[in-house]
């Protein structure tokens, strides 16, 4: 009887290591075989709240992994079953489940890129923010006082010229006053930190004095390199009191009613933006200025008397004159090597 019971005993205990080596066998080799990703199971969603058991389910649904107990068993032996964070992740061919539950702790979410280009209005940026796919829309009809009060903005603040441009990567699901409120942000870093090593000019007495130079700095600009001396330009006509006569000022003056050329009566006709009619800056700025616009009216071209300019190339090198005699002359210029250029177009 005794001999029976030890070998009974014997047979469990062997039954028991052979399942425990079984179960210790498939935990490995469910660690080490790459998961089943495919086209149609690449994206995968971890909602607000989910737990690792939760997850785990999922990825058995979507055919990811074909056993849930042992991602959630793994998942509780390595101590990150707490650690998942919610988000959208790429999932790519060749990852194990260690890694799969790897990128769950680490945050690493599947990013999307909108780009605000310099030269553009609010209006523009705020356009390509309400048809981008993966930006909640949380503003609806509100309008530009209301988003700017959102953000945080002095009371009355006008929009324009605030948003820094730049490229943004940014997860699904960021919501439109999210992405904004990043922009609005880094323009006022930005724009303190230029304040701060500034060359003063008596008529440049605030940051936001600046900014508004610096978006007709922006829109005036046909070459990079030449910001410096077109923001010299603008600065000097302060000095002397001139008119800053600019066109890009009128065309924001005309609104939605610009129809892409401008005319006499155009520059004849006082709205607050037209520096043909008003002295000094325009009353916001016309456009987000880029970072180097900005750099241009912190730091003008040094030493030039220069008053004018005009384009004399296609590709929009300018002439910078000195005296009214000069300019009329490259303008004439211009205008001669325009017409020629069209004379010899077939």
Same mark, same amino acid.
């Given at each position: ?9 014997? !047979? ?32 995968? @969603?971890?909602? *607000? ?33 707490? &650690? ?28 999307? &890129?909108?780009?605000?280009? @310099? ?45 820094? *441009? ?40 605030? *940051?936001?004095?600046? !900014? ?55 520059? &004849? ?6 520096t043909y009619t008003r002295a000094g800056l325009t009353p916001t700025p016309i456009a987000t200025p880029s970072k180097a616009a900005i750099d241009a009216v912190m730091h003008p071209a040094d030493n030039r008397k220069v008053l004018y300019f005009v384009a004399t190339t296609p590709g ?16 004439? &210029? ?8 069209? @004379?010899?177009?077939?």
């Amino acid at each position: 009887m005794k001999l029976l019971f030890k070998l009974i005993s014997l !047979l469990i205990i062997a039954a028991i290591a052979t399942v425990g080596f079984l179960a210790w066998y498939q935990y490995q080799h469910f660690q080490e075989t790459p998961i089943a990703v495919t086209p149609d199971n690449a994206l995968f @969603e971890i909602k *607000p709240g989910s737990n690792i058991r939760q997850v785990a389910k999922q990825l058995a649904e979507k055919k990811l992994i074909e056993h849930e107990l042992l991602f959630f068993a793994h998942a509780r032996i390595t101590g990150k079953a707490t &650690q998942i964070k919610a988000g959208e992740y790429q999932l790519e061919p060749g990852m194990t489940p260690d890694d799969v539950l790897q990128k769950f702790v680490s945050g690493q979410v599947l990013q999307y &890129q909108l780009t605000i280009l @310099e030269g553009k209005t609010f209006k523009d940026i705020l356009a390509d923010i309400r048809k981008h796919p993966n930006i909640e829309q949380t503003l609806g009809d509100a309008d530009e006082q209301a988003i700017m009060r959102q953000l945080g903005a002095p009371e009355g603040m006008s929009p324009e010229g605030w948003f820094y *441009p730049d490229t943004y990567s940014f997860p699904r699901k960021t919501t439109d006053l999210a992405f904004l409120q990043r922009s609005y942000k880094a323009m006022q870093t930005y724009l303190q930190k230029a304040w701060e090593g500034r060359e003063p000019h008596p008529h440049i007495k605030t *940051p936001y004095e600046a !900014l508004i130079l610096a978006s007709i700095v922006e829109k005036e600009t046909g070459l990079p390199e030449e910001r410096p001396l077109v923001a010299k330009v603008f600065l000097n006509r302060l000095d002397l009191g001139m008119l800053l006569q600019t066109d890009p000022t009128v065309i924001y003056g005309i609104g939605e009613k610009y129809d892409g050329n401008i005319r006499k009566t155009d520059l &004849q006709t006082d709205t607050p933006y037209n520096t043909y009619t008003r002295a000094g800056l325009t009353p916001t700025p016309i456009a987000t200025p880029s970072k180097a616009a900005i750099d241009a009216v912190m730091h003008p071209a040094d030493n030039r008397k220069v008053l004018y300019f005009v384009a004399t190339t296609p590709g929009g090198a300018s002439h910078f004159s000195e005296t009214l005699d000069e300019h009329n002359q490259a303008v004439r &210029q211009y205008i001669l090597n325009r017409n020629k250029t069209k @004379e010899s177009q077939p």
